[in-house]
Nanobody
Framework: QAQLVESGGGLAQAGGSLRLSCEVS??????TGWFRQAPGKEREFVAA????????YYVDSVKGRFTISKDNTKSTVYLQMNGLKPEDTAVYYC???????????????WGQGTQVTVSS
C-alpha cells in the first residue's frame, strides 16, 4: 500500500519561496504529482514528474515559478515554489500514480496535504 507524507508547508510573503517535500513508499510509480485545493475551489493539478525525473509537467499558472524534482535515493519528490503569490494559497497534496500516459490525472494514492499560505 502506497504511503505519501508531505512536509514543508507554511506561511510566506508574496514573492517569497517555500519547498515542499513528499516522501513516497510502498511502490514504484510512473508519476508523482502535486495538486492543490484552495478554499471553495476544486482541487487542481500543479505539477508532476515521471519516475526517471526526465519528464516534468506544470499547470500554466506556475510555469517559471515552481520546479518539481525528485531524489530516488531518498524516495522523495520536491516542489520548489518561488515567486509566491497570494493566489497560491491552498492545501497542497502529493499524489502517486502507476497509470502511464496520464501525468495530470488518474492518481489513486494521496498524501494528507500541507497548508501553504501566502500573504500580500
Amino acid at each position: 500500500q502506497a504511503q505519501l507524507v508531505e512536509s514543508g508547508g507554511g506561511l510566506a510573503q508574496a514573492g517569497g519561496s517555500l519547498r515542499l517535500s513528499c516522501e513516497v513508499s510502498g511502490g514504484t510509480f510512473t508519476y508523482t504529482g502535486w495538486f492543490r485545493q484552495a478554499p471553495g475551489k476544486e482541487r487542481e493539478f500543479v505539477a508532476a514528474i515521471n519516475w526517471s525525473g526526465v519528464s516534468t509537467y506544470y499547470v500554466d499558472s506556475v510555469k517559471g515559478r515552481f520546479t518539481i524534482s525528485k531524489d530516488n535515493t531518498k524516495s522523495t519528490v520536491y516542489l520548489q515554489m518561488n515567486g509566491l503569490k497570494p493566489e497560491d494559497t491552498a492545501v497542497y497534496y502529493c499524489a502517486a500514480s502507476p497509470n502511464n500516459g496520464y501525468p495530470r490525472s488518474r492518481y489513486p494514492y494521496w498524501g494528507q496535504g500541507t497548508q501553504v499560505t501566502v500573504s500580500s
